[in-house]
């Protein structure tokens, strides 16, 4: 048996989860069953703790699109049982059984080896949000950002994926500019390692003209929208924004000038489907950039029967950094 935190529909097609015990028989085809100790909350988590958001295809079902484990049971030669483990994306939590259970049946392919200096707490604290921070920035770095080169924009900034971005950038060295709706979050950001915090106001709305002065030497937006269109209007010459995000809309009322004037970049970053190579550099940038005494403070820890009421706040933009599931508590 296993203890997880399920979604149905009811009579009405109404989704609700709760947590329950099921036997191992119920769980999904895979080649290696792992004892899941943390899992996270993300945008997407909070979709499929509902109505599925578009992503669920079948119910009931067990959200989680990341975990970290102790290897149980593995028929790959790859994973023996005891090797600590970490798995983020491949649509795990959303068309397969995710990681907001103790146990875990998913596809070797999936796995990523857990690097040896991190505990599969902190691992979590990362998550989907943290990889794809590191993805942005690796993606910034690879079209030429430098930390002399002035200062690096992050959008939607006390969310996950923005709370990790503002930390490693400014491990890195690099001046960060932080853009935030909520005031109260000032201090918070600054303690992450922002140099400058930006209303959210000021780069909420398009303008008519495509091109604003050169401010931002490189960019991570999880915003999307208008705010993203903006912001490539005041982006340096050659200068990139990795795009991670579209919590502001998925519209893009943009001009091309900016891309032809400037020769500005636009680079999607999809952590979904990263391959094992890029997901292990990833993973080890990690641990050697990121500050985790700033991972610390973005922890705000959970166990599984708070996801549902988590899942609200954050589809409403309430819940700060990084939320991270004991899934034994």
Request: glycine share 12%; hydrophobic share 50%.
């Amino acid at each position: 048996m296993f203890r997880a935190l399920v979604v149905e529909k009811d009579a009405a097609g109404v989704p609700g989860a709760a947590v329950q015990e099921l036997s191992d028989s119920r769980l999904p085809e895979g080649d290696v069953t792992v004892a899941v100790e943390y899992s996270t909350l993300n945008y997407k988590d909070a979709l499929c703790l509902g109505s599925g958001g578009g992503l669920v295809r079948a119910w009931p079902h067990v959200p989680g699109i990341d975990f970290a484990g102790v290897v149980e049971t593995s028929a790959d030669a790859r994973y023996r049982p005891g090797d600590r483990v970490v798995l983020t994306g491949w649509r795990v939590g959303e068309v397969h059984w995710g990681g907001y259970a103790t146990r875990a049946r998913v596809r070797a392919d999936w796995l990523v080896p857990l690097p040896a200096s991190l505990s599969t707490r902190m691992a979590m604290a990362v998550g989907t949000a943290g990889l794809t921070a590191m993805l942005a920035v690796i993606a910034l770095e690879n079209h030429g950002l430098r930390p002399d080169h002035g200062e690096v924009l992050v959008t939607g900034a006390a969310g996950g994926v923005g709370s990790v971005a503002v930390a490693l950038l400014a491990g890195l060295g690099h001046r960060v500019a932080a853009v935030t709706g909520r005031p109260e979050t000032e201090g918070y950001l600054r303690d992450l390692g922002a140099a400058r915090i930006v209303p959210r106001a000021d780069l909420a709305e398009t303008v008519k003209r495509p091109l604003e002065s050169e401010t931002w030497a490189g960019c991570i937006d999880s915003v999307g929208g208008a705010m993203l269109a903006r912001i490539l209007g005041q982006m340096k010459m050659n200068a990139s924004v990795a795009a991670v995000g579209l919590a502001g809309g998925a519209d893009l009322p943009a001009s091309v000038v900016p891309f032809i004037l400037r020769g500005v970049n636009l680079l999607g970053i999809n952590s979904v489907f990263v391959p094992y190579a890029a997901r292990v550099q990833a993973w080890d940038r990690i641990t050697a950039d990121l500050p985790m005494d700033r991972l610390e403070a973005m922890i705000r820890p959970a166990g599984l029967a708070e996801l549902p009421a988590l899942g609200r706040a954050i589809l409403k933009g309430e819940v700060r950094g990084r939320v991270v599931v004991d899934v034994r508590a």
